[in-house]
């Protein structure tokens, strides 16, 4: 896969992968190029933007092409699907077999927002998920007050590969993921006062299967919560991910850089 940006580690320092960052969103148009050159020299060597509809995704992948070290993911994010249509699904089927798609994303169910799409949400998410093992490339779902359903499709396909984006479910259901060999990721919300849950879950995840996220530009951690959301915000989801697993802020990055790595198929 396409070499340069993951290559700058300089004097065996760390760099950190953010594996979840829409960098494509209209919040950065004003800055997007310029942050993107700031991040990358904060450290950040990898990222992965995924996409929430066919425009989307068609930007993230143009972003990909035009940073060595941005990959990209595309599909229907379950609260779009009101921009779903059969044209822009033949798009997404040309977009995600471009090298640098990595995944497909981000795809799955939401109930938190609209729930009279539930049958909808469901089937789009079955054919992308489809499509995902027809490329053999992984998957990126939002799973957001939907668990039952979400595990229930997606032990459906055994054969397939991805995480959990922002993973918000039980320890139960994080052990039956983990089982089956999914990633989880962790992002701003583990910061938060109320976070115990996701730190239950994090206490429990073994150490390669956890990705670290920032869902750029929202989801911000303490104590830039309420900001517009950045990858270099990701220190504070590394420095919680170390103090709750007992390991360095360097070894939280040497092993999130793996993890991603591994699971998006980047040399
Ligand atoms: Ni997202």
Same mark, same amino acid.
């Given at each position: 896969?396409?070499?340069?940006?993951?290559?700058?580690?300089?004097?065996?320092? =760390?760099?950190?992968?953010? =594996?979840?960052?829409?960098?494509?969103?209209?919040?950065?148009? @004003?800055?997007?190029?310029?942050?993107?050159?700031?991040?990358?020299?904060?450290?950040?060597?990898?990222?992965?933007?995924?996409?929430?509809?066919?425009?989307?995704?068609?930007?993230?992948?143009?972003?990909?092409?035009?940073?060595?070290?941005?990959? @990209?993911?595309?599909? %229907?994010?379950?609260?779009?699907?009101?921009?779903?249509?059969?044209?822009? *699904?033949?798009?997404?089927?040309?977009?995600?077999?471009?090298?640098?798609?990595? @995944?497909?994303?981000?795809?799955?169910?939401? +109930?938190? *927002?609209?729930?009279? +799409?539930?049958?909808?949400?469901?089937?789009?998410?079955?054919?992308?998920?489809?499509?995902?093992?027809?490329?053999?490339?992984?998957?990126?779902?939002?799973?957001?007050?939907?668990?039952?359903?979400?595990?229930?499709?997606?032990?459906?396909?055994?054969?397939?590969?991805?995480?959990?984006?922002?993973?918000?479910?039980?320890?139960?259901?994080?052990?039956?993921?983990?089982?089956?060999? *999914?990633?989880?990721?962790?992002?701003?919300?583990?910061? +938060?006062?109320?976070?115990?849950?996701?730190?239950?879950?994090?206490?429990?995840?073994?150490?390669?299967?956890?990705?670290?996220? =920032?869902?750029?530009? %929202?989801?911000?951690?303490?104590?830039?919560?309420?900001?517009?959301?950045?990858?270099?915000?990701?220190?504070?989801?590394?420095?919680?991910?170390?103090?709750?697993?007992?390991?360095?802020?360097?070894?939280?990055?040497?092993? =999130? *850089?793996?993890?991603?790595?591994?699971?998006?198929?980047?040399?």
């Amino acid at each position: 896969m396409a070499a340069g940006g993951q290559t700058m580690i300089a004097g065996g320092e =760390t760099m950190i992968f953010d =594996t979840h960052a829409h960098y494509d969103s209209g919040s950065f148009n @004003a800055d997007r190029e310029e942050l993107l050159t700031q991040v990358h020299a904060a450290g950040v060597g990898l990222i992965v933007d995924p996409g929430c509809d066919e425009r989307s995704s068609r930007l993230a992948l143009e972003l990909a092409q035009r940073f060595d070290f941005v990959y @990209a993911a595309v599909g %229907y994010h379950p609260s779009d699907l009101d921009k779903y249509s059969p044209e822009g *699904w033949e798009q997404i089927l040309e977009l995600a077999r471009h090298p640098k798609c990595v @995944a497909i994303g981000e795809i799955g169910l939401d +109930y938190y *927002w609209d729930q009279s +799409y539930k049958d909808l949400q469901k089937e789009v998410f079955r054919r992308q998920i489809e499509l995902a093992l027809a490329l053999d490339k992984p998957v990126i779902v939002h799973d957001r007050e939907a668990h039952a359903d979400s595990l229930e499709i997606v032990k459906d396909y055994p054969g397939l590969r991805g995480v959990f984006h922002c993973f918000s479910g039980s320890p139960e259901m994080a052990a039956e993921l983990l089982k089956r060999g *999914w990633y989880l990721g962790f992002d701003g919300p583990i910061t +938060y006062k109320n976070a115990r849950k996701a730190l239950e879950v994090l206490e429990i995840c073994p150490e390669d299967r956890i990705l670290i996220e =920032t869902d750029s530009p %929202y989801l911000s951690p303490v104590p830039m919560r309420g900001k517009r959301n950045d990858s270099r915000n990701l220190r504070y989801v590394i420095e919680t991910i170390a103090r709750i697993r007992g390991l360095s802020e360097e070894q939280v990055e040497a092993i =999130t *850089w793996e993890n991603g790595k591994r699971l998006f198929g980047i040399a």
